[in-house]
């Protein structure tokens, strides 16, 4: 089942989007952890800069 949707996400308007994966410090122990969202490719610039 996983491949029909991979193979969805390449070929119609999946195309537009992408898994971006950003790096988060947390201020109460000073770790860093990670974020992961699915977002269209023009609001990545945006979302990467805050």
Same mark, same amino acid.
């Given at each position: !089942?996983? /491949?029909?949707?991979?193979? %969805?996400?390449? %070929? +119609?308007? +999946? /195309? @537009?989007?992408?898994? $971006?994966?950003? !790096?988060?410090? @947390?201020?109460? %122990? +000073?770790?860093? +952890?990670?974020?992961? &969202? $699915? !977002?269209? @490719?023009?609001?990545? /610039? &945006?979302?990467?800069? /805050?």
């Amino acid at each position: !089942m996983a /491949k029909k949707v991979v193979a %969805t996400l390449k %070929t +119609g308007l +999946g /195309k @537009n989007f992408t898994r $971006v994966i950003k !790096m988060v410090k @947390n201020p109460a %122990t +000073g770790s860093y +952890g990670f974020k992961e &969202d $699915v !977002m269209h @490719n023009e609001e990545i /610039k &945006d979302y990467l800069a /805050k």
